[in-house]
Protein backbone atom coordinates (compact mmCIF):
# COMPACT_ATOMS: atom_id res chain seq x y z
CA UNK A 1 0.00 0.00 0.00
CA UNK A 2 0.95 3.47 -0.95
CA UNK A 3 1.66 6.11 1.99
CA UNK A 4 3.03 9.73 2.61
CA UNK A 5 3.92 11.29 5.52
CA UNK A 6 4.96 14.99 6.15
CA UNK A 7 6.88 16.43 8.78
CA UNK A 8 5.52 19.06 9.82
CA UNK A 9 2.05 21.20 9.75
CA UNK A 10 3.41 24.24 9.92
CA UNK A 11 6.34 25.91 8.50
CA UNK A 12 6.87 29.58 8.80
CA UNK A 13 9.70 31.46 7.06
CA UNK A 14 10.43 34.93 6.11
CA UNK A 15 9.72 36.45 3.05
CA UNK A 16 12.93 36.11 0.61
CA UNK A 17 14.29 33.10 3.04
CA UNK A 18 14.53 29.28 1.49
CA UNK A 19 10.90 27.38 1.62
CA UNK A 20 11.78 23.73 2.74
CA UNK A 21 8.52 21.10 2.67
CA UNK A 22 9.05 17.29 3.46
CA UNK A 23 7.37 15.08 2.00
CA UNK A 24 8.44 10.46 2.39
CA UNK A 25 6.37 7.95 0.37
CA UNK A 26 5.93 4.70 0.93
CA UNK A 27 5.22 2.37 -2.22
CA UNK A 28 5.39 -0.54 -3.52
CA UNK A 29 5.88 0.24 -7.01
CA UNK A 30 7.84 2.71 -8.17
CA UNK A 31 5.79 5.69 -7.47
CA UNK A 32 4.78 9.08 -9.36
CA UNK A 33 4.63 12.18 -6.99
CA UNK A 34 2.84 15.06 -6.65
CA UNK A 35 2.93 18.54 -4.92
CA UNK A 36 -0.33 20.19 -4.76
CA UNK A 37 -1.14 23.70 -3.29
CA UNK A 38 -3.96 24.87 -2.15
CA UNK A 39 -4.54 28.50 -1.88
CA UNK A 40 -6.90 29.89 0.75
CA UNK A 41 -10.67 29.13 -0.51
CA UNK A 42 -9.77 27.72 -3.59
CA UNK A 43 -9.09 23.98 -4.76
CA UNK A 44 -6.59 22.06 -5.20
CA UNK A 45 -3.41 22.71 -8.09
CA UNK A 46 -0.46 20.66 -9.17
CA UNK A 47 3.05 22.71 -8.68
CA UNK A 48 4.62 20.03 -10.14
CA UNK A 49 5.34 16.01 -10.89
CA UNK A 50 8.03 13.52 -10.74
CA UNK A 51 7.16 10.40 -13.47
CA UNK A 52 10.06 8.61 -13.55
CA UNK A 53 12.07 10.65 -15.82
CA UNK A 54 14.54 13.40 -14.05
CA UNK A 55 14.56 13.28 -10.45
CA UNK A 56 14.34 16.97 -10.28
CA UNK A 57 11.14 18.30 -11.47
CA UNK A 58 10.91 21.77 -11.30
CA UNK A 59 6.99 23.27 -11.01
CA UNK A 60 5.34 26.54 -11.39
CA UNK A 61 6.16 29.86 -8.99
CA UNK A 62 9.88 28.55 -8.77
CA UNK A 63 9.16 25.51 -6.79
CA UNK A 64 10.92 21.78 -7.59
CA UNK A 65 11.20 19.24 -6.04
CA UNK A 66 13.94 15.92 -5.98
CA UNK A 67 13.02 12.30 -5.97
CA UNK A 68 15.36 10.57 -3.67
CA UNK A 69 14.77 6.76 -4.12
CA UNK A 70 17.32 5.72 -1.42
CA UNK A 71 15.83 8.54 0.99
CA UNK A 72 11.95 7.64 -0.14
CA UNK A 73 11.65 11.65 -0.12
CA UNK A 74 10.34 14.23 -2.28
CA UNK A 75 11.19 17.29 -0.69
CA UNK A 76 9.46 20.37 -2.27
CA UNK A 77 11.83 23.77 -2.13
CA UNK A 78 11.81 27.07 -3.29
CA UNK A 79 15.32 29.30 -3.43
CA UNK A 80 13.30 32.63 -1.56
CA UNK A 81 9.71 32.84 -0.10
CA UNK A 82 7.33 35.73 -1.32
CA UNK A 83 4.42 36.34 0.33
CA UNK A 84 2.11 34.95 -2.07
CA UNK A 85 3.21 31.74 -1.84
CA UNK A 86 1.17 31.42 2.34
CA UNK A 87 -0.87 28.62 1.29
CA UNK A 88 -1.13 24.86 2.40
CA UNK A 89 0.70 22.44 0.24
CA UNK A 90 0.07 18.47 0.18
CA UNK A 91 2.58 15.73 -1.17
CA UNK A 92 0.67 13.11 -2.87
CA UNK A 93 2.15 9.11 -4.42
CA UNK A 94 0.09 7.10 -6.52
CA UNK A 95 1.15 4.17 -8.52
CA UNK A 96 1.38 5.54 -11.72
CA UNK A 97 -0.28 3.61 -15.19
CA UNK A 98 -2.96 4.84 -16.92
CA UNK A 99 -4.81 6.46 -13.82
CA UNK A 100 -4.87 5.23 -10.28
CA UNK A 101 -5.92 7.61 -7.34
CA UNK A 102 -3.73 9.22 -5.16
CA UNK A 103 -2.78 9.22 -1.65
CA UNK A 104 -2.42 12.44 0.24
CA UNK A 105 -0.23 13.51 2.73
CA UNK A 106 -2.01 15.48 5.88
CA UNK A 107 -0.78 18.93 4.55
CA UNK A 108 1.74 21.47 5.34
CA UNK A 109 0.62 25.02 5.89
CA UNK A 110 3.41 27.06 4.56
CA UNK A 111 3.04 30.74 6.43
CA UNK A 112 5.55 33.65 4.93
CA UNK A 113 6.01 36.58 7.33
CA UNK A 114 8.02 40.15 6.44
CA UNK B 1 -15.09 27.56 -17.34
CA UNK B 2 -13.71 24.60 -18.66
CA UNK B 3 -12.77 23.25 -14.95
CA UNK B 4 -13.95 21.09 -12.74
CA UNK B 5 -17.50 22.28 -11.35
CA UNK B 6 -18.98 21.07 -7.96
CA UNK B 7 -22.35 22.25 -6.21
CA UNK B 8 -23.81 23.16 -3.60
CA UNK B 9 -20.67 25.03 -2.52
CA UNK B 10 -21.43 25.03 1.11
CA UNK B 11 -24.55 22.96 2.25
CA UNK B 12 -25.86 23.62 6.07
CA UNK B 13 -27.97 20.92 7.21
CA UNK B 14 -29.67 19.59 10.10
CA UNK B 15 -28.24 16.14 11.62
CA UNK B 16 -30.26 13.20 10.06
CA UNK B 17 -31.15 14.77 6.73
CA UNK B 18 -29.79 13.44 3.59
CA UNK B 19 -27.51 15.59 1.56
CA UNK B 20 -26.47 15.37 -2.47
CA UNK B 21 -23.47 17.00 -3.47
CA UNK B 22 -22.63 17.26 -7.30
CA UNK B 23 -20.14 17.14 -9.72
CA UNK B 24 -19.26 18.84 -12.99
CA UNK B 25 -16.06 17.42 -14.57
CA UNK B 26 -13.56 18.53 -16.98
CA UNK B 27 -15.18 17.47 -20.62
CA UNK B 28 -13.35 14.30 -21.70
CA UNK B 29 -11.96 13.13 -18.26
CA UNK B 30 -13.03 9.65 -17.64
CA UNK B 31 -11.52 9.12 -14.52
CA UNK B 32 -13.56 10.98 -11.40
CA UNK B 33 -12.63 10.80 -7.52
CA UNK B 34 -14.19 11.97 -4.69
CA UNK B 35 -11.71 12.91 -1.82
CA UNK B 36 -13.11 14.60 2.16
CA UNK B 37 -11.05 17.21 3.41
CA UNK B 38 -11.45 17.92 6.94
CA UNK B 39 -9.71 20.23 9.01
CA UNK B 40 -6.39 18.92 10.26
CA UNK B 41 -7.23 15.69 8.40
CA UNK B 42 -5.80 15.59 5.15
CA UNK B 43 -7.33 14.84 1.73
CA UNK B 44 -9.16 11.18 2.36
CA UNK B 45 -9.95 8.88 -0.70
CA UNK B 46 -13.95 7.90 -0.98
CA UNK B 47 -14.41 6.74 -4.22
CA UNK B 48 -12.79 6.39 -7.75
CA UNK B 49 -14.78 6.26 -11.36
CA UNK B 50 -12.96 5.15 -14.61
CA UNK B 51 -15.29 5.04 -17.34
CA UNK B 52 -17.69 1.70 -17.86
CA UNK B 53 -15.61 -0.06 -14.66
CA UNK B 54 -16.57 -0.75 -11.50
CA UNK B 55 -16.21 2.16 -8.83
CA UNK B 56 -13.44 1.57 -6.10
CA UNK B 57 -15.35 2.24 -3.12
CA UNK B 58 -12.72 1.42 -0.97
CA UNK B 59 -12.72 4.71 0.85
CA UNK B 60 -16.47 5.33 1.43
CA UNK B 61 -16.41 5.15 5.37
CA UNK B 62 -19.98 3.90 6.11
CA UNK B 63 -23.14 2.54 3.75
CA UNK B 64 -24.69 6.17 4.55
CA UNK B 65 -22.08 7.26 2.10
CA UNK B 66 -22.83 6.57 -1.78
CA UNK B 67 -21.92 8.09 -5.35
CA UNK B 68 -22.92 7.43 -8.47
CA UNK B 69 -21.69 8.78 -12.05
CA UNK B 70 -24.13 9.03 -14.91
CA UNK B 71 -23.49 9.20 -18.23
CA UNK B 72 -20.08 8.85 -17.84
CA UNK B 73 -20.02 12.40 -16.65
CA UNK B 74 -21.72 13.83 -13.82
CA UNK B 75 -21.42 12.35 -10.25
CA UNK B 76 -23.40 12.54 -7.45
CA UNK B 77 -22.34 12.06 -4.21
CA UNK B 78 -24.75 10.95 -1.63
CA UNK B 79 -24.57 11.09 1.94
CA UNK B 80 -27.64 9.97 3.74
CA UNK B 81 -28.73 10.23 7.60
CA UNK B 82 -25.68 12.82 8.06
CA UNK B 83 -23.94 12.78 11.12
CA UNK B 84 -22.13 15.64 12.75
CA UNK B 85 -18.85 14.10 11.89
CA UNK B 86 -19.88 14.47 8.33
CA UNK B 87 -18.72 18.09 8.19
CA UNK B 88 -16.11 18.52 5.89
CA UNK B 89 -15.66 19.56 2.38
CA UNK B 90 -15.93 17.55 -0.22
CA UNK B 91 -13.56 17.85 -3.05
CA UNK B 92 -14.36 15.74 -6.68
CA UNK B 93 -11.27 15.48 -9.20
CA UNK B 94 -11.51 14.29 -12.52
CA UNK B 95 -8.31 13.17 -14.96
CA UNK B 96 -7.78 11.65 -17.86
CA UNK B 97 -7.20 8.16 -18.54
CA UNK B 98 -4.27 7.17 -20.38
CA UNK B 99 -0.86 5.85 -20.02
CA UNK B 100 1.66 8.08 -18.17
CA UNK B 101 -1.05 9.74 -16.84
CA UNK B 102 -0.30 9.08 -13.42
CA UNK B 103 -2.94 10.38 -11.75
CA UNK B 104 -2.77 13.95 -12.36
CA UNK B 105 -5.65 15.22 -10.77
CA UNK B 106 -7.99 18.72 -11.69
CA UNK B 107 -9.54 19.59 -8.25
CA UNK B 108 -12.41 21.59 -8.20
CA UNK B 109 -13.27 23.94 -5.21
CA UNK B 110 -14.89 21.43 -3.22
CA UNK B 111 -18.42 21.34 -1.15
CA UNK B 112 -18.60 22.60 2.23
CA UNK B 113 -21.08 20.87 4.55
CA UNK B 114 -21.97 21.44 7.51
CA UNK B 115 -23.97 18.81 9.73
CA UNK B 116 -25.70 20.83 12.91
Known amino acids: AQSVTQLGSHVSVSEGALVLLRCNYS??????LFWYVQYPNQGLQLLLKYTSAATLVKGINGFEAEFKKSETSFHLTKPSAHMSDAAEYFC????????????FGTGTRLQVTL | GAGVSQSPSNKVTEKGKDVELRCDPISGHTALYWYRQSLGQGLEFLIY????????KSGLPSDRFSAERTGGSVSTLTIQRTQQEDSAVYLC??????????????FGEGSRLTVL
Open chain 1, 27 to 32: SSVPPY
Open chain 1, 92 to 103: AVSEGGTASKLT
Open chain 2, 49 to 56: FQGNSAPD
Open chain 2, 93 to 106: ASSLYRQGAGGELF
